[in-house]
Structures are given as structure tokens and as C-alpha cells.
């Protein structure tokens, strides 16, 4: 079956970086364009950021320009996303997915990993 597995969240303070990865199994990662998202108890699922399958085209949410970073290591198997100078408002479940279409970045997604966890204290 497929899985999209994320990790490296963890507890961190104001101001502090953070880096966390996606991998896959059951899929080739580096045919699939990859997004991340995040959601905080009783909000919505936020879009984050976007990555094409060879990682030459990134999209990045307004909110987060200038702060994360998404990238890709297809030898690796695994797709990063950089978070820097964190706020409490960052703390959320961060979720990565993955599909083959292209199309806006924030929509059609066939594949979801279970999250890994970041919080931010100030």
C-alpha cells in the first residue's frame, strides 16, 4: 500500500528553525510532484508549499514566503520543508502529500501522510 510517512517535527521556541522530511512507500517519490499543509486543532488544513517532481518549479504560500523553504532530494527519496524564525501560530500537525497531475498546487492530491508535530513556544 501506500504511505506517505513525515518526520522530524518536535518542540522548538520562538525564533527557532526546523526541518521536516517526507519519504514514501509504494510510490516512487520523485515521479510525484509533493505538497505540505499543515492544520492546527480546530482550524482548517493550510496549503504550505509546493514542489514539481524534479524540484525546478516551487510554489509557496503567501503567509510563509521568506520563512520556509521546500525542497527535494529525489536521490534520497525524501522531500524537505525548511522552517525558519517559528512563531507559536506555526505550531500545527505537518502533513506532506503527493500526486502525479499537475494543476494548481493547492488541490488534487491522491496520497496524504499522517503528520508529524510542531510546536512553538514563546
Known amino acids: 500500500q501506500v504511505r506517505l510517512v513525515e518526520s522530524g517535527g518536535g518542540s522548538v521556541q520562538t525564533g527557532d528553525s526546523l526541518r521536516v522530511s517526507c519519504a514514501a512507500s509504494g510510490v516512487t517519490l520523485s515521479t510525484h510532484n509533493v505538497g505540505w499543509f499543515r492544520q492546527a486543532p480546530g482550524k482548517a488544513r493550510e496549503y504550505l508549499a509546493y514542489i514539481s517532481q524534479s524540484g525546478a518549479y516551487t510554489n509557496l504560500a503567501d503567509s510563509v514566503k521568506g520563512r520556509f523553504i521546500i525542497s527535494r532530494d529525489n536521490a534520497k527519496r525524501l522531500v524537505y520543508l525548511q522552517m525558519n524564525n517559528l512563531t507559536p501560530e506555526d505550531s500545527a500537525v505537518y502533513l506532506c502529500?503527493?500526486?502525479?497531475?499537475?494543476?494548481?498546487?493547492?488541490?488534487?492530491?491522491?496520497?496524504w501522510g499522517r503528520g508529524t508535530q510542531v510546536t512553538v513556544s514563546s
Open positions: 502529500a503527493a500526486r502525479e497531475g499537475r494543476g494548481e498546487p493547492q488541490y488534487g492530491y491522491d496520497y
